[in-house]
Antibody, heavy 120, light 112 residues
């Protein structure tokens, strides 16, 4: 059973940084691309970015490009999201999501999410 | 970015009746490999999204067969036949053919 557990969320002031982690189990983590998707309170879903299975390719949404960095440690089965220069509009639940590799941007399993609140 | 437009945004349904959700994309979702990358997700209250349908009409493992997806090009539909109480939640379509993947606004399904 695939299990994705995000952590690292919390309250942070505008302009500061935060790093999220996602611990994966029940899958061969190093075989799958992974996505970060966020959901502002009471709002819809927005893709933040994706990292290839080996970490060599990364793509980001324009709204976070240059501020957020996705990385992974396949030896630890862990995905990361480094968030810098945070803004109030980055307030959201952040989900880590597996890409099942069955085509393009084929998101299947989601974690339970971790809430990031950007506020002074 | 590809804009995904769902309708209706709110859908009250009687238990046992059918429900349909429409999703339209601003560009064709047919990728160069010939596949159409349109998915449907269910988000129950207080839960993470769960994928129901991938590539237009393929049900994920464990998804009841009362859920079905159809469509082509830019016009897609999710149908729920014989709605049950556990189907309450918000349903999202999502395209994966173009970067970044984008979601519809969501359709809230509730019981009348």
């Amino acid at each position: 059973q695939v299990h994705l557990v995000e952590s690292g969320g919390g309250v942070v002031q505008p302009g500061r940084s935060l790093r999220l982690s996602c611990a994966a189990s029940g899958l061969t983590f190093s075989s799958y691309a992974m996505h970060w998707v966020r959901q502002a309170p009471g709002k819809g879903l927005q893709c933040v970015g994706v990292i290839s299975y080996d970490g060599n390719k990364k793509y980001y949404a324009d709204s976070v490009k240059g501020r957020f960095t996705i990385s992974r440690d396949n030896s630890k089965n862990t995905l990361y999201l480094q968030m810098n220069s945070l803004r109030a509009e980055d307030t959201a639940v952040y989900y880590c999501v597996r890409d099942d590799g069955n085509g393009y941007n084929s998101l299947d399993y989601w974690g339970q999410g971790t809430l990031v609140t950007v506020s002074s | 970015d590809v804009v995904m437009t769902q309708s209706p945004l709110s859908l009250p349904v009687t238990l046992g009746q059918s429900a349909s959700i429409s999703c339209r994309s601003s560009q064709s979702l047919v990728y160069s490999d010939g596949n159409t990358y349109l998915n449907w997700f269910q988000q129950r209250p207080g839960q993470s999204p769960r994928r129901l349908i991938y590539k237009v009409s393929n049900r994920d493992s464990g998804v009841p067969d009362r859920f079905s997806g159809s469509g082509s090009g830019t016009d897609f539909t999710l149908k729920i036949s014989k709605v049950e109480a556990e189907d309450v939640g918000v349903y999202y379509c999502m395209q994966g053919a173009h970067w970044p993947p984008t979601f519809g606004q969501g359709t809230k399904v509730e019981i009348k």
